[in-house]
């Protein structure tokens, strides 16, 4: 299975904006639902959004109206974009298809004024 590739993360202030990008092959990216995870220091990686090959996607209740998942067919890129972050969106974000179990490196991610 491929390891996606993240990129996008850094630091910003509390009510900041970033966007993080997920590459992918064309196999993957037109073959598979991809989803974003988050993971903090001593806890497993959690969902926070997904997307399906055909655009319907999903997100935790957490991150509902400040998160948006999108995909760019010509680019194989799933986006995350993320407004009015919070402290407690700090995490480093891998992304990685739904089914699948091959982890990439990841991004992080750090909210703090």
């Known amino acids: 299975q491929e390891k996606l590739v993240e990129s996008g993360g850094g630091l910003v202030q509390p009510g900041g904006s970033l966007t993080l990008s997920c590459a992918a092959s064309p196999e993957t990216f037109n073959r598979a639902a991809i989803g974003w995870y988050r993971q903090t220091p001593g806890k497993q990686r959690d969902l926070v959004a997904s997307?399906?090959?055909?655009?319907?996607?999903y997100y935790v209740d957490s991150v509902k109206g400040r998160f948006t998942i999108s995909r760019d067919n010509a680019k194989n890129t799933v986006y995350l974009q993320m407004n009015n972050l919070k402290p407690e969106d700090t995490g480093r974000y891998y992304c990685?298809?739904?089914?699948?179990?091959?982890w990439g490196l990841g991004t992080q991610v750090t909210v703090s004024s």
């Open positions: 997307i399906f090959p055909r655009g319907s996607y």
């Open positions: 990685k298809e739904i089914l699948g179990d091959s």
